[in-house]
């Protein structure tokens, strides 16, 4: 963007105006991201002044633990579960919520509804679904009286159980806003198009797939590859659920999760936690660019370019 | 006509499903809010909807165990309200510059503003709280509020919504006047930046209400808690027994930002679209 003749000599102030983001993010970003690059290659505990670079080591230890593979199963399959009727279910209701033939009424009121409880903190939606699913919880009371259960049952005992209620929380909190981004992307898709595929005689199948779908590319990725960013460092849900160790079985022991175990184990090994930190990291930025790179339209990243 | 009738009962179906969702949305947070005013006894005999008369009771118990919760909710306001204002004035400061100077290193910082969207910054809390402790920072909120200043998520949306409303000429006639490069931001900019600003505002005190993990890591000392961190401690063994007690903690925690969804979810749910969608 350029201002003309009288705007060149100003073009230096551009450097205090970003000035405070580019330090602050030095100091508090980056340097401690490089601090655990760092540590992730020592033997620091958290009560010892000393330590020493031991190389790959902490990277072999993590590699072989079997609860660290685990907790990245755990992760993903959290993520996937969570994620797929998120989606579907955002696809679903943007087209019904856009769609002129219906015209239905309360779109804006059920949208924020459906948005209400991502806004909630997290620490107490966990904490209110335990509750809620305890032994002695209102989940257990209906079951019974409506004969659903022959009795009260230790829900949070049952692996399965326990991972299915982390994903539900976890669509539970994030389905609204799923569904509004998706629906603001069908909204900014120009009505041309479909007027001139409906003289055309496409039926309203042909047209989501031929038109909807790739137009809502762009906010798709977007949407995957954030909700992925924020699924693979998922970690309140998880923690304040059960036993803060992923209990019953680690079954909901996230990589977070196992970051912060070893994190405060009793010698409080932050070498080892930095490690982790580090694999969920690389590994998650990775795959975030990656999709990003090949998912996003190659023609729309073309044009970004040139407009830029 | 068939046509119409087939519309009418898909309508029907459709709002039928729509109604569901709204229910599985709102009963959970509403049975929160009424079992906070029931005692544990009724809590644990029944399942109700209608609210009870044992809040003062429940809140009694709730304070005399050893936690302070408006101390938490003071020292959360705290944090969140000073983190808010830094994140959101340096944000659009920095989105301002990226969009108005073309200078070296712009393109460069714009994209790699991009890329930090996309990567998961929080995984480096091990490194973080290290630095910090060797700064003696820990038990301190500094490292809570300042980083909220180099917020790559908040400088994205504050681009995408300067993008939208920055006026050429309203910038050349503030040079002509003799108005500072600065002055132009703060007089001319801010004020029309105004209502995004707001909105901006509003996900940055929410997230930092909400954000239990940074805290639980850099704080140890109880007077320092924060909000979540009750929470957390709620579920531990002093109140074990005392569901009515711990409902009420929970829906105190959530209470402010019920009441902040309640007056500003217009502008909260048109802001979310902000970053994804370019109009």
Excluded at chain 1, 173 to 178: L, R, V
Excluded at chain 1, 198 to 210: T, V, W
Excluded at chain 1, 267 to 294: D, E, P, Q, R
Excluded at chain 2, 34 to 48: D, E, F, K, L, Y
Aim: some cysteine.
């Amino acid at each position: 963007m350029s201002f003309g003749k009288s705007s060149i000599n100003k073009n230096s102030s551009g450097y205090f105006f970003v000035m405070p983001f580019v330090l602050i993010f030095l100091t508090f970003g980056l340097w401690p991201l490089i601090n655990t690059f760092r540590l992730s290659f020592t033997d620091t505990i958290l009560m010892s002044r000393t330590f020493k670079y031991v190389g790959i080591k902490n990277f072999f230890i993590i590699f072989n633990d079997p609860s660290f593979l685990k907790a990245f199963k755990n992760t993903a399959y959290i993520w996937v579960l969570n994620f797929i009727p998120q989606i579907g279910l955002a696809l679903l209701f943007s087209v019904w919520f856009t769609s002129k033939r219906l015209k239905l009424k309360g779109v804006g009121m059920f949208r924020t509804l459906f948005y209400l409880p991502n806004i909630l903190m997290p620490a107490a939606i966990a904490a209110l679904f335990a509750s809620l699913f305890d032994f002695y919880g209102p989940a257990n009371q209906i079951l019974v009286r409506l004969g659903v259960l022959p009795e009260a049952m230790m829900f949070f005992r049952n692996s399965s159980f326990t991972q299915i209620m982390v994903i539900y929380i976890q669509w539970f909190m994030w389905f609204g806003q799923t569904i509004i981004i998706i629906m603001a992307g069908m909204t900014s898709i120009s009505g041309d198009f479909y007027a001139s595929a409906m003289i055309d005689g496409a039926n309203s199948g042909q047209m989501f797939r031929k038109i909807t779908l790739p137009m809502l590319r762009p906010v798709m990725v977007y949407t995957l590859v954030t909700s992925l960013v924020g699924g693979m460092q998922m970690f309140d849900i998880p923690f304040m659920l059960t036993d803060g160790r992923g209990a019953p079985n680690g079954s909901i022991m996230t990589a977070n999760v196992f970051m912060y175990m070893k994190y405060s184990s009793s010698k409080g090994h932050i070498g080892l936690a930095s490690t982790v930190g580090v694999i969920i990291f690389v590994i998650t930025s990775v795959v975030a660019l990656g999709i990003f790179k090949i998912l996003r339209d190659p023609d729309e990243a073309a044009a970004k370019k040139k407009r830029s | 006509m068939k046509y119409k009738t087939n519309t009418n009962i898909q309508k029907t179906i459709i709002y039928i499903i729509l109604i569901i969702i709204t229910i599985i949305c709102i009963i959970p947070i509403w049975l929160l809010l009424v079992n906070s005013t029931r005692s544990t006894p009724a809590i644990q005999s029944g399942v109700s909807l209608i609210p009870s008369n044992n809040l003062i009771v429940n809140y009694k118990i709730l304070s005399s165990r050893g936690l302070n919760i408006w101390r938490a909710v003071g020292n959360s306001f705290y944090i969140s309200i000073f983190s808010t204002l830094f994140g959101v004035y340096f944000s659009v400061m920095t989105a301002y510059g990226l969009k108005v100077y073309t200078f070296k290193g712009r393109k460069f910082l714009n994209n790699f503003i991009l890329i930090l969207v996309l990567v998961p910054m929080q995984t480096s809390i091990i490194g973080f709280y290290q630095y910090m402790s060797k700064l003696h920072l820990l038990n301190s909120y500094i490292p809570l509020i300042i980083p909220a200043a180099a917020s790559a998520a908040t400088v994205f949306f504050a681009l995408q919504y300067l993008d939208a409303i920055i006026i050429k000429d309203l910038i050349h006639a503030a040079r002509i006047d003799g108005c500072s490069e600065f002055g132009i931001f703060q007089k001319v900019m801010l004020p029309i930046a105004a209502p995004g600003m707001f909105t901006l505002a509003i996900f940055g005190f929410v997230g930092s209400w909400n954000n239990f993990f940074t805290p639980f890591i850099l704080i140890s000392k109880m007077e320092k808690y924060t909000l979540p961190m009750l929470v957390q401690t709620l579920r531990g063994d002093a109140y074990k027994t005392e569901l009515g007690a711990i409902y009420l903690g929970l829906a105190m925690s959530i209470f402010p930002i019920l009441v902040v969804y309640s007056i500003f979810a217009k502008s909260i749910v048109s802001g979310i679209a902000m970053g994804a969608v370019k109009e």
